[in-house]
């Protein structure tokens, strides 16, 4: 158990460093359980890293498929999910600034900023992006 508990570790530290080292690193056996138990966490974590555009001038959509949707697709943690207006109606009411305030600091289960390292600018097209999409009409803020 020791043993497991170890190089579940020595994986959590190799993913850490490369999404792709999961498939490196685990490919067989009780270690790519391992890898996949701890693969949903480890995406949060990482998928700044990996959306593909230079950090500070991403799109909402980009930041969103590739880190928040992990989340607001599925509904996990009881996130409300993209496109349920009925979840968002009350949040929308907060008005823009409220909500990027309120996923600056995190809440409950939602992590400070979704666990992305998306800026201000971000972070509200971001807001923007599954807002919208889910009964809001805010305007998309200009870049910085
Ligand atoms: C680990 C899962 C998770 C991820 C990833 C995540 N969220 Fe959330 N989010 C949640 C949960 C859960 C809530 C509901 C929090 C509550 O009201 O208790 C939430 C709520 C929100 C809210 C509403 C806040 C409010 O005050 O009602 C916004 C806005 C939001 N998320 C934006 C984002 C954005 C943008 C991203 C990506 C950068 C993101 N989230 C990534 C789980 C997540």
Redesign the pocket.
Known sequence: MAHLNLRAFAIAGAVLVSASTIVVAAPKGDEEGTAKRIAPVAR?ELAPASTGAAAGNRSGEQ??KS??A???DSG?????KLGDKTAWAP?IK?GLD??VK??IAG?????P????D?NDVE?AR??VY??NKSGASFKEPAAK
């Open positions: 949060v930041i969103y880190i928040c992990a989340c607001h996990a943690a009881n996130a409300p949040r907060l409220g909500l309120s996923a809440k409950n289960a939602m992590p900023k979704g666990g992305s998306a972070l971001t807001i599954l807002a």
